[in-house]
């Protein structure tokens, strides 16, 4: 059974920090590009970041870039996601997520497993 599991969202004020971590298992770690997207009510979905173990490729959004970073065990199946100098426009319910096609993954948002997300809300 594939599962992405993530933890570490809570609760936070502004310009805080924050690591979600993403479990993996079920399938094989290194044949897929992992990353985040988020969710905030009355907003799009929102393609974070993404690692991808085939060719390390690594991307970061222009709305967090310089203040999140990703990174990833494979001698664990984790992949984390570093937030520092959070914002209020940072709040949302944050989704690990696992693609074997990173433009699939990323520029068509359709990942092949998605986690249960997780909340993170950021205080000003």
């Known amino acids: 059974e594939v599962q992405l599991v993530e933890s570490g969202g809570g609760l936070v004020q502004a310009g805080g920090s924050l690591r979600l971590s993403c479990a993996a298992s079920?399938?094989?770690?290194?044949?897929?590009?992992i990353g985040w997207f988020r969710q905030a009510p009355g907003k799009e979905r929102e393609g974070v970041s993404y690692?991808?173990?085939?060719?390390?490729?690594?991307y970061v959004s222009s709305s967090v870039m310089g203040r999140f970073t990703i990174s990833s065990d494979a001698a664990k199946n984790m992949v984390y996601l570093q937030m520092n100098s959070l914002k209020p426009e940072d709040t949302a319910v944050y989704y690990c997520?696992?693609?074997?096609?990173?433009?699939?993954?990323?520029?068509?948002?359709?990942?092949?497993?998605w986690g249960q997300g997780t909340q993170v809300t950021v205080s000003s």
């Open positions: 997520v696992a693609g074997k096609r990173p433009f699939e993954l990323w520029v068509l948002q359709r990942p092949d497993y």
């Open positions: 079920g399938f094989t770690f290194s044949d897929y590009a």
């Open positions: 690692i991808g173990h085939v060719d390390g490729e690594r």
